[in-house]
């Protein structure tokens, strides 16, 4: 019966999203704001120009891997909403992808069902797809590498890594948690790590980590097998297909998929707190040095959060996600749906209420949020000169991130990531 109740949301979910596109393709037809991404307008020509046997970055703005290109073909040979149905796939893969996780941790059924339900009707992500954004996709498949990490499988998690990054830089800060998580006491050598067989005396024996090694232990501590497996193949598989785009499409590939995005300068539709100073130096030579620096804050936050946390792996990928979003140069509402997909990994784990710290947190990160999105409209519909007003609400929004995940971080049990829920102890970062 409870099987029946996720496929029946699952189900509900796929019909809604078809409505959606349907709806989407009217509303692009005779209104005159478009529901489809603008993004998706520029995947589309990319992938129509693949399928003629141009370069996919002879469209200005293309900024993605030829991969994401080529899987949108269809959109010229079939239909022009071919992608927005591989997304919306994609999208309640995710959905599958987070039930089976919390049930192989040993969550209830029903809060599983509940859990699965803050992704599949969150407005944030049930309209990225149907809008044609590709982000699900991405989702998917850093999903689909825990998943790879929970049963064992080392070298299909190394290899769908190193196929993500290609595809979407930003899952390269989630390296140093996995590569720490595939140590010799989570993976024992005669059998792939059930998750019934852990107690909670491993759990404290390895959270509290009181080893006495020689160097040469701790060499081989560092270095395992299963370690030195996933850094070779997923760097493998990033170099190979990265070198075969570079073979196809030269340093125009290069630097729109991926040199781009570390000196990218944005000065509209962005919450970063850099934004004032983007738009105030916009069109001048800034230094790669000075474009770089910005790193310094999210490099220093994020290897404090994977030390801490790292252990409880889903976690650690939720708090190095909020983090890295809130510290970035360019923010769009699409990258919020990086962490969402990973929200409800971490909810059963929650020791916050819904009321009043609960409301608290969604109702200063959506008021933050809506804050910005009026001054936005302020600037891009009706031209007033609002930049400063817009910059304040970007600190108020950046605040508003850290506020939450201070919350988050303060209320979650933390729990080592092979531990089920019933199994847990409640344990603290050391």
């Avoid at 959606?20 to 478009?34: P, T």
């Avoid at 790292?310 to 708090?319: M, R, V």
Wanted: charged share 15%.
């Amino acid at each position: 019966m409870r099987s029946l109740e996720f496929t029946s949301l699952l189900l509900f979910s796929a019909i809604f999203r078809v409505i959606l596109i349907i709806y989407g393709e009217w509303q692009d037809a005779h209104m005159e704001v478009n529901y489809t991404d603008v993004d998706y307008l520029v995947f589309s020509d990319a992938a129509s120009l693949m399928a003629s046997g141009d370069s996919p970055y002879k469209r200005t703005t293309y900024r993605y891997s030829p991969l994401l290109a080529f899987l949108l073909i269809p959109n010229s040979l079939i239909h022009r909403s071919w992608g927005k149905f591989i997304f919306s796939a994609s999208d309640l893969l995710v959905g599958y992808f987070i039930h089976f996780i919390l049930q192989q941790r040993k969550v209830p059924k029903k809060l599983c069902n509940y859990c699965v339900m803050t992704w599949l009707f969150n407005p944030f992500t049930f309209t990225i797809g149907t809008r044609g954004n590709c982000e699900p996709v991405v989702c998917a498949m850093i999903l689909w590498i825990i998943i790879c990490l929970m049963k064992g499988n080392v070298l299909q998690s190394a290899f769908w890594y190193g196929l993500i990054v290609h595809f979407r830089i930003y899952p390269v800060i989630y390296a140093i948690p996995m590569v720490l998580i595939l140590d010799p006491d989570f993976f024992p050598s005669d059998q792939k790590p059930i998750l019934k067989n852990w107690t909670a005396a491993q759990a404290e024996r390895l959270h509290d980590g009181n080893y006495l090694y020689t160097l040469h232990n701790l060499f081989k501590c560092i270095f395992t097998r299963n370690r030195l497996i996933f850094g070779l193949v997923s760097a493998a598989v990033f170099f190979l297909i990265t070198g075969l785009c570079y073979y196809l499409y030269g340093w125009e590939f290069l630097h729109e998929a991926l040199l781009y995005h570390l000196t990218r300068t944005d000065p509209r539709h962005n919450f970063s707190i850099y934004f004032y100073h983007i738009y105030l130096h916009y069109g001048y030579d800034i230094s790669v040095v000075e474009k770089l620096i910005s790193f310094l804050p999210q490099f220093m936050v994020q290897l404090i959060l994977i030390f801490c946390f790292s252990k409880d792996l889903p976690f650690c990928l939720f708090a190095q996600t909020v983090a890295f979003v809130a510290f970035n140069k360019v923010i769009t509402a699409q990258y919020f749906v990086w962490f969402f997909c990973l929200l409800p990994l971490i909810l059963p784990w929650s020791k916050m209420k819904l009321k009043w710290n609960g409301m608290l947190c969604i109702l200063s990160w959506m008021g933050a949020q809506i804050h910005w999105l009026m001054w936005g409209y302020l600037l891009e519909f009706k031209g007033k000169n609002v930049f400063l007003e817009l910059w304040v609400a970007s600190l108020v929004f950046h605040a508003a991130n850290v506020y939450v995940l201070t919350m988050v971080i303060r209320h979650h049990r933390f729990s080592l990531f092979f531990l089920g829920l019933k199994d847990a102890k409640v344990q603290k970062c050391s």
